[in-house]
């Protein structure tokens, strides 16, 4: 289904309904020309007449292999998609005063969202008079940044924003692993101590 809207996309040959197109390509003359010579070009060169700017006047007309040009238009489209990762944020709640067991718990889990590449969005929630702990909701969320420092790096420091304060962290390229020593075989003394006795024998 996928390959049949791609191939809808482009038209080819006498699909193409025009008066004169524009040709481009490394092997053809480039320029304007009627749309029955430009059919003979690509017959002549045993290749399809492919228009890939339908809009343009005249139309923008490729001569190539049309099953050779849709592979390429399909390896493209992968690779945008590859570059097109949506970035993952998730979000971990502190109060102002929160204990070490319920701070280690999330700690875990953000190393575990920055491992899987995810963005990790951490903030603390100042509910009513609370707000008068501020600078202590900024103390934990500079440690938690520090306490995940092998992980993630700070992308936003801690920021006041109506009653949460924000802290952004984005997860840590993985580093290139090091090409490993190579190691030096050296012969086990004992072999060497065998042909020792075995030059002797023959002396």
Same mark, same amino acid.
């Given at each position: 289904?996928?390959?049949?809207?791609?191939?809808?996309?482009?038209?080819?040959?006498?699909?193409?309904?025009?008066?004169?197109?524009?040709?481009?390509?490394?092997?053809?003359?480039?320029?304007?020309?009627?749309?029955?010579?430009?059919?003979?070009?690509?017959?002549?060169?045993?290749?399809?007449?492919?228009?890939?700017?339908?809009?343009?006047?005249?139309?923008?007309?490729?001569?190539?292999?049309?099953?050779?040009?849709?592979?390429?238009?399909? +390896?493209?489209?992968?690779?945008?998609? %590859? !570059?097109? #990762? *949506?970035?993952? =944020?998730?979000?971990?709640?502190?109060?102002?005063?929160?204990?070490?067991?319920?701070?280690?718990?999330?700690?875990?889990?953000?190393?575990?969202?920055?491992?899987?590449?995810?963005?990790?969005?951490?903030?603390?929630?100042?509910?009513?008079?609370?707000?008068?702990?501020?600078?202590?909701?900024?103390?934990?969320?500079?440690?938690?940044?520090?306490?995940?420092?092998?992980?993630?790096?700070?992308?936003?420091?801690?920021?006041?924003?109506?009653?949460?304060?924000?802290?952004?962290?984005?997860? +840590?390229?993985?580093?290139?692993?090091? %090409? !490993?020593? #190579? *190691?030096?075989? =050296?012969?086990?003394?004992?072999?060497?101590?065998?042909?020792?006795?075995?030059?002797?024998?023959?002396?």
């Amino acid at each position: 289904m996928k390959n049949d809207s791609l191939k809808d996309q482009y038209r080819i040959n006498e699909r193409i309904k025009v008066r004169e197109v524009r040709l481009v390509g490394d092997n053809v003359e480039n320029g304007v020309f009627p749309i029955s010579q430009a059919l003979k070009i690509a017959e002549d060169l045993d290749l399809d007449l492919v228009e890939i700017s339908p809009n343009a006047v005249p139309p923008v007309c490729r001569v190539t292999d049309y099953q050779k040009f849709l592979y390429q238009q399909k +390896k493209r489209q992968k690779e945008q998609k %590859a !570059k097109s #990762v *949506k970035v993952i =944020v998730k979000e971990i709640r502190f109060g102002p005063q929160t204990d070490d067991h319920d701070y280690n718990f999330k700690l875990k889990h953000a190393k575990s969202f920055l491992e899987e590449g995810a963005k990790v969005k951490a903030y603390v929630f100042f509910k009513g008079r609370s707000i008068l702990f501020k600078e202590q909701g900024e103390v934990l969320l500079l440690r938690f940044a520090n306490d995940l420092e092998d992980y993630g790096k700070v992308e936003q420091l801690p920021v006041l924003e109506g009653k949460r304060m924000i802290i952004m962290l984005s997860p +840590k390229k993985a580093s290139v692993p090091s %090409a !490993k020593p #190579v *190691k030096k075989v =050296v012969a086990p003394p004992v072999q060497k101590k065998t042909e020792e006795k075995e030059n002797k024998d023959k002396e």
